[in-house]
């Protein structure tokens, strides 16, 4: 379809997508970035323990990894964001191309703990937006029969983080049951979703991090960056 038989469309920033813009001028060469959040603060933490799973899978696979502690960490908007679990926390999400979030179960959904930390990961800080088109992996960890209320209410949140969040997930019933007395996970089948899920990760994290920038370019911020930049230039001397 033509462009002239779409009246609303400003022909100007309407773009054809296609296969050659998706190859990467300079492939990056340097390892995976993850960044694996927990949501619990016992001290033995079974989304904690299931994230160090995770994140040794990851590094076996190539990647770099980042655990971030939600110890300290205060309530959204309870702290200026000046604080330094904060500003440790927004740092770590600016440095990952690719996250994995991991929480309990607590009546029916998220711990708060878990929600805490991306309510303060903003979806913009200036001109960068720390999640925007990074991969994202979800798991969650019930002390009884299995759930999949918290993957489904984190898979909500990827997206309002505009991130992307890949198809395949963890959820590990009676978890205390899966981790022997050095809190290393017996082999399972959960386990084995574990590896499954940490796996696509790293691939889909390999095959977006470089097209970020353009899958992430949209028609009506082009749109909206024009009209802002015709009213600044046009604007009357003062």
């Known amino acids: 379809m033509k462009v002239s ?17 998706l190859i990467p001028a300079k492939p990056s060469n340097h390892a995976p ?4 959040l927990y949501g619990s603060l016992r001290e033995r933490s079974f989304s904690r323990l299931a994230v160090e799973e995770a994140a040794r899978l990851l590094e076996a696979m190539g990647a770099e990894t980042r655990i971030f502690s939600p110890r300290g960490l205060p309530l959204a908007d309870a702290e200026d964001a000046s604080h330094p679990k904060v500003q440790e926390l927004r740092e770590l999400a600016q440095w ?11 009546h029916g959904a998220m711990t708060g703990i878990m929600k805490t ?29 299995q759930s999949f209320n918290v993957v489904n209410q984190l898979r909500v949140l990827g997206r309002w983080m505009r991130m992307v969040t890949i198809p395949n997930q963890s959820s590990m019933p009676k978890a205390f049951m899966e981790f022997d007395d050095n809190n290393r996970m017996k082999p399972s089948a959960y386990y084995d979703r574990i590896v499954d899920v940490m796996e696509e990760l790293v691939k889909f994290t390999l095959l977006v991090r470089d097209r970020s920038e353009y899958l992430t370019n949209r028609y009506s911020e082009r749109k909206e960056s024009a009209e802002e930049l015709s009213k600044r230039v046009n604007q009357r001397a003062i």
């Open 33 to 36: 970035r993850i960044l694996l």
């Open 117 to 145: 930390q991306i309510d303060w990961i903003p979806l913009s800080m200036g001109a960068v937006r720390p999640t925007q088109g990074k991969t994202l992996a979800v798991m969650q960890v019930c002390g009884g029969s």
């Open 5 to 21: 038989k779409l009246p609303n469309i400003n022909p100007e920033l309407f773009e054809l997508p296609t296969g050659e813009q």
């Open 96 to 106: 990952a191309e690719g996250m994995v979030w991991c929480s309990p179960e607590r």
